[in-house]
């Protein structure tokens, strides 16, 4: 089973470090996780969107939160933390079903669709 870009990451989101090279001025974009996949733009924002987009993350799907401890332009260096705006829904296990001893229906809380809000928690 292959996971949704989305689920890639994860339901605490994914921390994603955004530094600019000193040698050419570009920003770069990786997941701290797995920084074998980089992007790199001339600004820090559009580093981190072309990241997601490799990715297939949906920018309409994610929000970015930045750790604004770790953040300074001075230094060039930025983190953030990407969130699913949906998460799975915890109720069904993101099954979409509820089974009971003697039925199998929809789930009541995600009403099928599988996933809820984050908001909703
Ligand atoms: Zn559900």
Redesign the pocket.
Known sequence: MTATPIARLGIHGARVIVHRTSDTKQWSAWFLDDPQETAAAPNAADAVWQLLQSCGIDLGAAHILPDRDKCSSEKGHFEMVVLPLKIP?P??K???T?VGLSVIEE?R??R???T?SRTSL
């Open positions: 829904c109720d069904c993101g099954s979409g509820y789930c809380r995600c099928g669709t599988k809820i």
